[in-house]
């Protein structure tokens, strides 16, 4: 396993759709260990492969608490399969937008089909954290990021605000 470097926002990779994978072997199981590998060295809960500029449609989760063992989720062609009418409104935040969070409104509960890290079809069903998790990470796989949800004025505020953090961490590795 290795830790690779996650994409910050701005940035076009993060808006491109990526492709299924053909089945889940090797290559797309090292993908996930390294995708989780590179989660948990952030303190994040979620990861989409095109984060570390993968284009394959490939999400790892993990929501368990500091205090309980690791849960880590690894799935393959992810889709959603069934949301709740009910929706609910909570902070999000993203790997690829460090310190930056808005409330986004989703479904707060989900079914999900896909591939397992050993091939196997699977259905998830999620509530809460898990389920908004695995909605934020299945949209990036479609190039959609959480901030999409905000209004031009409060998305634009947070774009300009990471470009001039990269900007500053450019010039002071020159
Ligand atoms: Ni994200």
Known sequence: M???PIIIAPDKRLKLACKPVEGVGKSVRTLMD?????MYASN?????APQLGVLARVIVLDVARA???????RLANPEIRWVSDELVEREEGCLSFPEHFAPVTRPERVRVAYLD???????????????????HEIDHLDGLLFVEYLSALKRNVILRKLAKTKKLAAEAAD
């Open 2 to 4: 290795a830790v690779r």
């Open 34 to 38: 390294d995708m989780l590998e590179s």
């Open 44 to 48: 994040g809960i979620g990861l989409a």
């Open 67 to 73: 205090d309980n063992e690791p849960q880590p989720l």
């Open 117 to 135: 890290h050993e091939n196997r079809a699977r259905e998830l069903e999620a509530a809460g954290l898990l389920a908004r998790c695995v909605q």
